[in-house]
């Protein structure tokens, strides 16, 4: 089962708890597939909510905080725990936030 919620087009596959771990275990060699099933996902995050905002960068950078990261996440698929909140919320600037990865990449746009 796919959602769309505000990821533009594109459609994000329901979260795979047994891949979620696995990138979590840094031998595992599953970050092909992390990547190949959240990419798009993110391009279509970007495009609906930074249009203009180069995406390789910021999805490069998203996908480096999540393996400094995913070792600590708590899956939760009913909750605020929800992994796509999780993964969008490491790309997207909370509340005057200056620090996250698109606060950064919004900055180099404006230059």
């Known amino acids: 089962m796919s959602k769309q919620d505000d ?3 594109a459609m994000i596959a329901k979260t795979s ?10 031998k595992s060699g599953r970050w092909n597939e992390f990547a190949a099933r959240y990419e798009g996902a993110l391009r279509g995050y970007m495009a609906t909510h930074f249009p203009g ?5 910021a999805i490069q ?14 899956y939760d698929r009913d909750g605020k725990g929800c992994f796509r909140n ?3 919320g490491i790309l997207r600037p909370p509340e005057n ?15």
Not at 53 to 57: G, I, K, L
Not at 97 to 111: G, P, W, Y
């Open 97 to 111: 936030a200056t620090q996250s990865i698109i606060a950064h990449r919004f900055s180099d746009f404006k230059r």
């Open 7 to 9: 990821f533009g087009d």
């Open 61 to 74: 950078e998203t996908f480096a905080a999540v393996a400094a990261r995913i070792k600590h996440y708590r």
């Open 86 to 88: 999780w993964l969008t």
């Open 17 to 26: 708890t047994g891949l979620l771990r696995a990138i979590a275990d840094e």
């Open 53 to 57: 905002v180069e995406a390789d960068d």
